[in-house]
């Protein structure tokens, strides 16, 4: 099966802040790399698809990139809004998703 | 509008069985590969469970695999998850999620339901 690791697990970061996620998978898995977003008591929110499209509505200060077995998603500057738990899920065989990065206030 | 709708979570014991449920609306149901993932409290998200368009592909996280079952019912709209032999480290919130494919082999969950909890304790 292929495993996902993330780094790091968790952040504290000010409001205008660049903020950078990085995910790996045990094995390449092409492009087939999806990025969520999940705050407290809410279900996941798709964000990007395929390492780098972004999905409808969501805003372009997040971006993503990265193919093979190393990928990375950008909120170029942190709003009050994106505070939350952030995850990637491989979709290459079967569905694995990462353990998770907390983004919270510092 | 898409919406899913988790129901059937409870308090059972360890060894004991569950139906869980996802009443589906808003889109053409029986076109959609269905998943089940599941959150236990504080923790990370887990893959369990997907069925295909017409029920002839499942496919299960090996954590799962010989005790749970996932089904559907394309006349009424529905997925189930039935889940077996219960063991503490079931409780979780469960959701159910549809599939969107994209190009010839990409797939994320483009929406989630609310999900339901089942809390395994003696």
């Known amino acids: 099966d292929i495993q996902m690791t993330q780094s790091p697990s968790s952040l504290s970061a000010s409001v205008g802040d660049r903020v950078t996620i990085t995910c790996r998978a045990s094995q390449s898995i092409s492009s087939y790399l999806n990025w969520y977003q999940q705050k407290p008591g809410k279900a996941p929110k798709l964000l990007i698809y395929a390492a780098s499209s972004l999905q409808s509505g969501v805003p372009s200060r997040f971006s993503g990139s990265g193919s093979g077995t190393d990928f990375t998603l950008t909120i170029s500057s942190l709003q009050p809004e994106d505070f939350a738990t952030y995850y990637c899920q491989q979709s290459y065989t079967p569905f694995t998703f990462g353990p998770g990065t907390k983004v919270d206030i510092k | 509008e898409v919406q899913l709708v988790e129901s059937g979570g409870v308090v059972v014991q360890p060894g004991g069985s569950l139906r869980l449920s996802c009443a589906a609306s808003g889109f053409t149901f029986d076109d959609y590969t269905m998943h089940w993932v599941r959150q236990a409290p504080g923790k990370g998200l887990e893959w369990v469970s997907l069925?295909?368009?017409?029920?002839?592909?499942?496919y299960y996280a090996d954590s799962v695999k010989g005790r749970f079952t996932i089904s559907r019912d394309n006349s009424k709209n529905s997925l189930y998850l039935q889940m077996n032999s219960l063991r503490t480290e079931d409780t979780a919130l469960y959701y159910c999620?549809?599939?969107?494919?994209?190009?010839?082999?990409?797939?994320?969950?483009?929406?989630w339901g609310q999900g339901t909890l089942v809390t395994v304790s003696s």
């Open positions: 069925i295909s368009w017409d029920g002839g592909s499942t």
């Open positions: 999620a549809k599939e969107y494919k994209y190009l010839d082999s990409g797939y994320y969950f483009d929406y």
